[in-house]
């Protein structure tokens, strides 16, 4: 059984952070941990509070984690302060923790911020240590100080995070997706960018996507697969997610994460 450590906000709707995960790493037959960063108040129409978790409670649950159920992968998602990026990026650096995942969370889909982290603060404690980043092209643009609005810019971006911190980046096209298709830029270090290219779905519900596809790449990190190959299965999976056509909620629902069971 390999186990993944989720590290996010709670969503009490259930479309995002921690319950996406947890029903992202269910249903890849894997055993599921979460250190809860923050509380949020939201459903598929927005976000109407979000209550942090303190520095030193978020340090003390993931020790609680490592020093009992050591994780095979770990994913990132909401640092709501730097408290919990410096506590987050301390204790993983303790216990060595691998294949980590971490989804640059700067705002919800409904545009709530979501974080009070400066890009370089989260750049020079986290990168370094992530196996891969997962930004979306306007949290890449927030990050590089780059206007991204072509494919030639995805791959400079995604080239000059890879080149600096020595990190796996996938940027997450969507923002940039024509009408019959989707494309995330994978840049692997030094190596030439990898773009996969996916059905653009006509489907509105789309709360959860960042969060699903960046656990599900570390489902598949933990399974021993390597990058490009962790990302090609998430992005199937996130993309059947999609197909499946969930419609809950009165504004932009979640994913049915179960749709292989």
């Given at each position: 059984?390999?186990?993944?450590?989720?590290?996010?906000?709670?969503?009490?709707?259930?479309?995002?952070?921690?319950?996406?995960?947890?029903?992202?790493?269910?249903?890849?037959?894997?055993?599921?941990?979460?250190?809860?960063?923050?509380?949020?108040?939201?459903?598929?129409?927005?976000?109407?509070?979000?209550?942090?978790?303190?520095?030193?409670?978020?340090?003390?649950?993931?020790?609680?984690?490592?020093?009992?159920?050591?994780?095979?992968?770990?994913?990132?998602?909401?640092?709501?302060?730097?408290?919990?990026?410096?506590?987050?990026?301390?204790?993983?650096?303790?216990?060595?923790?691998?294949?980590?995942?971490?989804?640059?969370?700067?705002?919800?889909?409904?545009?709530?911020?979501?974080?009070?982290?400066?890009?370089?603060?989260?750049?020079?404690?986290?990168?370094?240590?992530?196996?891969?980043?997962?930004?979306?092209?306007?949290?890449?643009?927030?990050?590089?100080?780059?206007?991204?609005?072509?494919?030639k810019e995805v791959e400079e971006a995604a080239g000059l995070l890879a080149g600096r911190y020595e990190c796996n980046v996938l940027i997450k096209g969507g923002h940039l997706c024509t009408e019959d298709k989707s494309e995330d830029c994978l840049c692997i270090k030094t190596e030439d960018p990898i773009w996969f290219e996916a059905e653009k779905i006509n489907n509105p519900n789309t709360h959860g996507t960042g969060c699903t596809l960046s656990s599900a790449i570390a489902c598949n990190l933990a399974l021993g697969k390597d990058v490009p190959e962790a990302v090609l299965n998430a992005k199937e999976y996130i993309t059947a997610c999609i197909r499946d056509g969930l419609d809950i909620g009165r504004g932009r629902g979640p994913l049915n994460h179960m749709v292989r069971l």
């Amino acid at each position: 059984m390999k186990k993944v450590l989720t590290i996010a906000g709670s969503d009490c709707s259930g479309g995002a952070g921690i319950q996406a995960d947890l029903k992202t790493i269910t249903a890849h037959g894997m055993y599921g941990m979460s250190v809860i960063t923050a509380l949020t108040a939201q459903n598929t129409m927005g976000i109407t509070g979000i209550h942090k978790v303190p520095g030193e409670f978020i340090e003390k649950q993931l020790e609680t984690v490592f020093e009992d159920i050591f994780p095979d992968a770990v994913k990132i998602g909401m640092l709501p302060d730097p408290e919990a990026v410096e506590a987050v990026a301390k204790t993983l650096r303790k216990y060595n923790a691998k294949n980590i995942v971490l989804d640059t969370v700067l705002s919800s889909t409904s545009g709530t911020l979501l974080s009070d982290v400066k890009g370089d603060f989260m750049k020079d404690r986290l990168f370094n240590i992530s196996t891969i980043i997962t930004p979306n092209v306007p949290e890449a643009q927030k990050i590089t100080g780059m206007k991204i609005e072509t494919k030639k810019e995805v791959e400079e971006a995604a080239g000059l995070l890879a080149g600096r911190y020595e990190c796996n980046v996938l940027i997450k096209g969507g923002h940039l997706c024509t009408e019959d298709k989707s494309e995330d830029c994978l840049c692997i270090k030094t190596e030439d960018p990898i773009w996969f290219e996916a059905e653009k779905i006509n489907n509105p519900n789309t709360h959860g996507t960042g969060c699903t596809l960046s656990s599900a790449i570390a489902c598949n990190l933990a399974l021993g697969k390597d990058v490009p190959e962790a990302v090609l299965n998430a992005k199937e999976y996130i993309t059947a997610c999609i197909r499946d056509g969930l419609d809950i909620g009165r504004g932009r629902g979640p994913l049915n994460h179960m749709v292989r069971l």
